[in-house]
């Protein structure tokens, strides 16, 4: 008896990841604000911060290009945007590694709030989040137990309790979406942290501080009941893969034209370095590595956008997998192609290859997806 396979390919039409007006207009508007802002000196200043990140810089990214409205929909709120779009956001400020929580607090915890079993309980908690003025965290690999009912009415609304470990932004963010357990039912869950104990964590990546957050009776609000949890839980978890990967991309693209700038202005033996072949092959190479990365990145998330995709799971693996071998292997080339100066410290090199690093720890590598593409096409 043989077994059967799925077919591992695009099943939406190659023409979903074409680049469009608009997309191109605020790719430009994000890439000159990240020129003016984002500079690897001034990222280096702002993780010295109580907060790790600069303030004022997340202020202006939602106050003006307003990144956590944008794949909010309108009757909530917000720009009505797809996730292709938000795609280009989260190319550009990974790229320039911003220390700001886009990816959590803008990206993932917005669309657990969008998600909602009654997304108008929670528009507050929305409303703050467009606004930049409250931040929040997300770990749904991370389970904490929820205790009294939440429709009581004697006073008591539910608390949680337990401890979350490595919380991205954990020491400075307001509030955690976490997977709780409720009678015997999992429930996705927001948390007040205002009264928990944070414990900061050594971290690889400087840009993404991480803390284990103790919880004891902490305030908390039900998201998705248990009829809800699991598919919730998957989407989300696809959301994250796709802007993980989108950002990888981004980052790709932006050794390669880094390591070009250094190598056509380094001479040796009287010509630019990059003029010698074996440079060049690894360029080819590291060329091929960026496209192939856009592409899958770009691809998972505009099947995200389409209600109809049977392949959503599949394209999020992929664009895990491929994006995540890149992004190491371009950090690692990068390093070695600008040769002493790569190795040290000073030079931004390092920063992309610990971010790479630490995104490994977080939301696991290459091998864990590419262990998950074969259980989907049943290897």
């Given at each position: ?61 939602n106050e003006e290009l307003q990144?956590?409205a944008l794949a909010v929909p ?306």
């Amino acid at each position: 008896m043989t077994q059967q396979t799925r077919t591992a390919r695009p099943e939406a039409d190659p023409s979903i990841i074409l680049p469009t007006p608009e997309r191109d207009e605020l790719r430009t508007i994000v890439a000159q604000f990240v020129a003016r802002h984002g500079t690897h000196e001034a990222v280096r200043q702002s993780i010295d911060s109580d907060r790790g990140y600069s303030e004022s810089r997340w202020r202006t990214l939602n106050e003006e290009l307003q990144v956590a409205a944008l794949a909010v929909p309108e009757s909530l709120g917000g720009h009505g945007f797809g996730f292709a779009d938000l795609g280009v956001v989260l190319e550009e400020t990974g790229a320039a590694l911003l220390p700001e929580p886009v990816l959590v607090s803008a990206v993932v915890a917005g669309q657990a709030l969008v998600r909602a079993d009654d997304p108008e309980s929670v528009g507050d908690l929305l409303g703050a989040v467009m606004e930049g003025t409250r931040t929040i965290g997300v770990s749904l690999d991370g389970e904490v137990t929820m205790t009294a009912d939440p429709g009581a009415t004697d006073g008591t609304g539910p608390v949680a309790n337990g401890i979350v470990e490595g919380v991205l932004w954990g020491q400075g963010v307001d509030s955690l979406v976490v997977v709780a357990s409720c009678g015997g039912e999992r429930v996705l869950v927001i948390v007040d942290l205002a009264g928990a104990e944070r414990r900061a964590r050594e971290v690889v990546d400087l840009t993404r501080r991480r803390a284990d957050v103790h919880l004891v009776d902490s305030p908390a609000r039900v998201l998705v009941g248990a009829e809800r949890f699991a598919d919730v839980l998957r989407e989300l978890n696809l959301i994250t893969g796709a802007a993980l990967a989108a950002e990888h991309a981004g980052i790709a693209a932006r050794l390669l034209d880094d390591t070009v700038a250094y190598v056509t202005q380094r001479h040796q033996f009287g010509r630019p370095i990059g003029s010698f072949q074996a440079i060049k092959h690894r360029l080819a190479d590291m060329l091929v590595d960026r496209e192939r990365a856009r592409s899958a990145a770009m691809y998972a998330l505009a099947v995200l956008d389409r209600e109809d995709a049977t392949d959503a799971d599949l394209a999020v693996a992929v664009a895990s997998a491929v994006c995540a071998d890149v992004v190491t292997r371009s950090a690692h080339e990068a390093i070695q192609l600008h040769g002493g100066i790569g190795f040290t410290w000073e030079h931004s090199a390092h920063f992309y290859l610990r971010r790479a690093l630490g995104d490994e720890g977080a939301f696991g590598g290459g091998r864990e997806a590419r262990r998950s593409i074969a259980d989907l096409v049943g290897v």
